[in-house]
């Protein structure tokens, strides 16, 4: 039994065996391990099929995964040809053949426009994005269609109707994209009412409103539903500020006698006006309550103003960041009080701990060095944070012309009161190689030719960058000038906060009528330059200069005056300046001042050909309006001078002088002030006021300038004449400047309001073109 029981289950074990064999027989051939015989694209019209081949990954002579497949589709779909994509497989006994079905996005062969009466056609197509030949983005057609309706609701078609539809031949595959529009009745306000409103005028809340009523052709007074929600929004939040915390504003529409005339009526319901009450502050202030209520600028019985309450709580957050205070909560209650009807303001402060400045760490800067940044930083590691400081540094860091952008962010450590600080900066070009020429009214046809870098480095071989020192090399040859300037400056001699610069130059001016020279004048020199900040606002500085003047090519018929002057001379002399700057910016500033006293003592003491002291006070206040956009600038300019030791008088050279593009724009060029009796020419003098009111404006933002002006002043030949007459030069005009690729382009239009000398009354234009801002 045994036996046979062993035979029986043998019998049993070959039977499942061998019935497993043609499974196992089959298997290497099966499908998973076939190769892609071939792969057919199909339904392309306009896309080639190798550039659908070449998008995808599988190849001919690959091993066949159905994995793969979706793959492919995906990537098919990412190139944004395809509005659909099917695939397909077929087996062969060579191999799989993948077959790819397209479904193209219609190509814009032709645009067309129906319906539109009102509008032009090439009007229209302005207003889209799609082009003729571009493969169609619907997401695209969608935005074209809202800019053409929005076109029309803005000419006061709201009830316009904008569709589209898509004409494709099947045999090309191009496609005529066809606007349809039904513009509808043009509908115009005539008329706008408010109703309910005790508290605020009609004109006022008119104000607020850019919703108007059609007037002639000048204003079309289209009604446009989107706009004028914007406007009731505008209204209800006037009266919010006012305290009328309730107010609801609706509107309605009549038709007026006209079918598209609009009678717009803005409806409001003002409700109870709410009133500031008690005002408490409460919590860990740190500092005396009176200090940070001299914060809050609301008061007592004061409409309820959101804005307003907004910015005292603003006020206070920035009251204690500048003091250190950077994790300070400032929290704002408010509670309605029964018995006054007045809403009670509650401030809740929790100061915590004064933040401590941690590392301070440079970031962005490829040339410039660490140390040129850092020694602009008005905060130090140690110190508390403090906001008016972080402000200065800032304004120090861009002020030095070589960044873009300058960025302040602090940055949590292990400890809770100290956060680190990250200065990063933004480079820009700081050097420039330059030539070219210009004309000016002044100096007539100017050549020039320069190399300027504002962030040299004398030690850095061989890039000569990022040391903030200033080199200038520059030559100038036109008609009436040609001038040679070598120019060095380092603002912190080996590394300590001193300035020291030399220049050498040479300076001709030819006789030439315009530029108010009646003789050539050639200066040689050079100049030794030290300097020092006092205070972020004040610095101050010496310079030695010494120069020979050659006067020549004296014409005939000039008086004694002028002819003494014939001839070299060596001057030496040392100014002492004192300088004041609070401007927001170097560049182009909107508010503060600047401001410059200079005491020169030339001879004496020091030697040279000429005894003569001079001072001169120039001042300017600039204040910025509506955002900044029109900027005012005042200006003053006092210049007094005297000869003494074995000069009798100041050498015409070194006079004052005053008239033309930089002083008293509607006169001559050195055109006002004693002159010689015999050539005309100006003669200069020992004092001169100047005073100038100036007003930009901007026309086109960051190209165009308009400038309107107003100039007074005067030059007197004896400083004791200044103090004896009244009789001052008055001007006014318009100016416009203008920004190019190759400098900025200065035109001034000045006209004269009082008689000077012979000269006849009439309007002076002064252009210039520069070569850099």
């Known amino acids: 039994m045994r036996g046979k029981a062993f035979l029986t289950v043998m019998v049993l074990v070959l039977f499942i065996v061998f019935s497993c064999v043609p499974s196992w027989a089959q298997y290497p051939s099966s499908r998973d391990s076939k190769r892609i015989s071939d792969i057919k694209i199909k339904g392309n019209y306009s ?19 159905e994995s793969a497949l979706n793959k492919e589709l995906r990537r098919l779909y990412a190139t944004g040809f395809f509005s659909d994509v099917f695939v397909e497989t077929e087996d ?14 219609p190509i814009v062969s032709k645009i067309e426009f129906q319906g539109n009466t009102k509008a032009r056609t090439g ?24 800019a053409i309706r929005n076109y029309y609701i803005e000419e006061g078609y709201s009830n316009v109707r904008v569709d589209y539809r898509i004409d494709t031949d099947r045999d090309t595959g191009r496609s005529t994209l066809v606007f349809e529009i039904n513009e509808g009745v043009p509908l115009k306000i005539r008329s706008i009412a408010i109703e309910g409103n005790k508290h605020i005028p009609n004109a006022e809340i008119l104000k607020y409103m850019s919703t108007k009523t059609a007037w002639w052709f000048i204003r079309k007074g289209a009604y446009d539903p989107e706009k004028l929600q914007a406007d009731l929004d505008r209204i209800r939040s006037l009266y919010r500020s006012k305290g009328f915390l309730d107010a609801r504003v609706t509107s309605k529409t009549d038709l007026g006698k006209e079918d598209n005339d609009i009678l717009l009526t803005v409806i409001i319901e003002e409700g109870n006006q709410y009133q500031i009450g ?3 502050i409460n919590g860990q202030l740190a500092f005396p309550e009176h200090q940070i209520r001299a914060m809050i600028k609301s008061r007592p019985g004061d409409p309820f103003d959101y804005q307003r309450i907004k910015e005292d709580m603003e006020d206070v957050r920035a009251f204690y960041y500048d003091r250190g205070y950077m994790n300070a909560e ?47 930083l008005r905060v130090y590691p140690g110190d508390k944070y403090n906001g008016e400081k972080l402000k200065v540094s800032k304004e120090r860091i861009y002020n030095l012309g070589f960044f873009e952008d ?4 602090t940055i949590p450590t292990g400890q809770k009161n100290v956060k680190d600080l990250h200065v990063t900066v933004k480079e820009t070009k700081t050097g420039e190689f330059s030539f070219g020429g210009g004309y000016s009214s002044i100096d007539a046809f100017l050549g020039f030719v320069q190399v300027n870098q504002k962030n040299f480095d004398i030690l850095n071989f061989p890039t000569f960058t990022g040391g903030g020192q200033n080199l200038t090399i520059r030559g100038e040859m036109g008609s009436a000038r040609t001038n040679y300037l070598l120019s060095w400056t380092d603002p912190w001699i080996f590394d300590y906060p001193y300035l020291f610069g030399f220049d050498v130059y040479r300076q001709e001016h030819k006789r030439y009528g315009k530029t108010g020279y009646g003789y050539d004048e050639t200066r040689t020199g050079g100049a030794l330059r030290f300097g020092k900040e006092i205070t972020d606002q004040l610095s101050t500085g010496l310079i030695y200069n010494l120069e020979e003047v050659d006067i020549g090519n004296i014409p005939d018929n000039a008086t004694n005056d002028l002819k003494k002057e014939e001839g070299k001379n060596w001057i030496s002399r040392v100014t002492w300046n004192l300088g004041y700057d609070s401007r927001d910016n170097k560049y182009s500033p909107t508010h503060g001042w600047v401001g410059n006293i200079s005491l020169e003592n030339a001879g004496g003491f020091i030697g040279g050909d000429k ?8 001042v300017t206040f600039y204040h910025g309006f509506w955002e900044d956009n029109i900027v005012l600038s005042l200006r003053g300019r006092l210049g007094l001078g005297d000869s003494y030791g074995d000069s009798n008088e100041i050498p015409i050279y070194e006079r004052f002088f005053t008239g033309g593009a930089t002083t008293l724009r509607g006169y001559k060029q050195r055109g006002v002030g004693p002159r010689d009796l015999g050539t005309n020419t100006a003669l200069g003098g020992e004092a001169v006021v100047v005073g100038n009111a100036e007003v930009t404006f901007p026309i086109w933002k960051g190209l165009i300038k308009g400038a309107v002006f107003y ?21 006014v005009g318009i100016g416009v400047r203008v920004k190019t690729p190759i400098g900025p382009v200065k035109l001034d239009y000045g006209y004269p309001l009082n008689d000077n000398h012979d000269d006849k009354k009439e309007g002076q234009f002064w252009f210039s073109v520069s070569h850099g801002f």
């Open 47 to 65: 896309v080639s099929t190798i550039t659908i081949l070449n998008k995808l990954k599988m190849k001919t002579g690959d091993v066949f995964e």
């Open 92 to 105: 062969r006994p060579e191999g799989v053949v993948v077959i790819f079905t397209v479904v193209e996005k």
């Open 123 to 146: 009007r229209l197509m302005k207003k889209i994005s799609v082009k003729e030949g571009d493969i169609l983005d619907f997401s695209v057609l969608s935005r074209d269609v809202a």
């Open 278 to 280: 008690d005002i408490t």
């Open 330 to 376: 400032i929290n704002l209650e408010r509670k309605y009080d029964h018995a006054t009807g007045r809403m009670n303001l509650i401030y809740d402060i929790t100061a915590h701990e004064e933040v401590y400045v941690g590392k301070v760490n440079i970031l962005g800067n490829t040339k410039t060095r660490d140390k040129v940044i850092r020694r602009e």
């Open 406 to 409: 300058v960025y302040f962010e």
């Open 611 to 618: 005894d003569f002291v001079k001072g001169f006070l120039d």
């Open 711 to 731: 100039d007074v002043g005067n030059l007197w030949g004896k400083i004791e004449d200044a103090f004896t007459t009244t009789d001052y030069k008055n001007d």
